[in-house]
Nanobody
């Protein structure tokens, strides 16, 4: 399994970016997909997750109303649309996939270490 993120960039506060995660090596028929981020000197944080079958989503409080997670199951590509970006959103963003339903739940950030595969990350920098 290989996950490749793209779409990271330098943007001004208030701007938007769409991150993509291209997945290969499996059919990904029923998986939990997560987006995580890590800023310098900070712990990894769960941003959002989605079940690709029922579409149920979860978001960390700081991004609710600004970020949207989605999937294109036909393309095995997963997205994180980020609007109204803030300097505190600056981080390396990672996508991950897991094969247990509970990996994407209200407490999905706690299960980060159990996700099965991770991408290499893409840098998002938001200037003030």
């Amino acid at each position: 399994v290989q996950l490749v993120e793209s779409g990271g960039d330098l943007v001004q506060a208030g701007g938007s970016l769409r991150l993509s995660c291209a997945a290969s090596g499996d059919t990904f028929d029923d998986v939990a997909i997560g987006w995580f981020r890590q800023a310098p000197g900070k712990e990894r944080e769960g941003v959002s997750c989605i079940h690709n079958i029922d579409g149920k989503t979860y978001y960390t409080d700081s991004v609710k109303g600004r970020f949207t997670i989605s999937t294109d199951n036909a393309k095995n590509t997963w997205y994180l649309q980020m609007n109204n970006l803030k300097p505190e959103d600056t981080a390396v963003y990672y996508c991950a996939v897991g094969y247990a339903y509970y990996y994407c739940s209200e407490y999905f950030s706690r299960f980060a270490g159990e996700y099965d595969y991770w991408g290499q990350g893409t840098q998002v920098t938001v200037s003030s």
